[in-house]
């Protein structure tokens, strides 16, 4: 199995359902002042906006490949 081939796979599985559910909680969670303010609220809320832009860094690093 090739590495676009894993990356196709990962995007056809559950990946994103699982990733919105993830961002709801977080911005849910965000809601109360009280977990606002911890570092492992500012950690999960920063992979939760980050993982996005990666993803999209490397489906277009390797959809610019040449077909082998």
């Known amino acids: 199995m090739s590495f676009s ?3 196709a796979a ?12 993830y961002c709801l909680f977080i911005a849910l969670v965000g809601l109360l002042e009280r977990y606002r ?10 992979f939760g906006l980050m993982i996005l832009p990666v993803l999209h860094g490397l ?6 490949q040449a077909p082998a």
């Not at 990962?10 to 559910?21: E, K, M, T, W």
């Not at 303010?37 to 920063?46: D, W």
């Open 37 to 46: 303010s911890t570092r492992t609220y500012r950690v999960m809320a920063f």
């Open 10 to 21: 990962i995007a056809d599985s559950d990946l994103f359902g699982l990733l919105a559910a």
């Open 5 to 7: 081939s894993y990356l």
């Open 59 to 64: 489906g277009t690093y390797f959809l610019n």
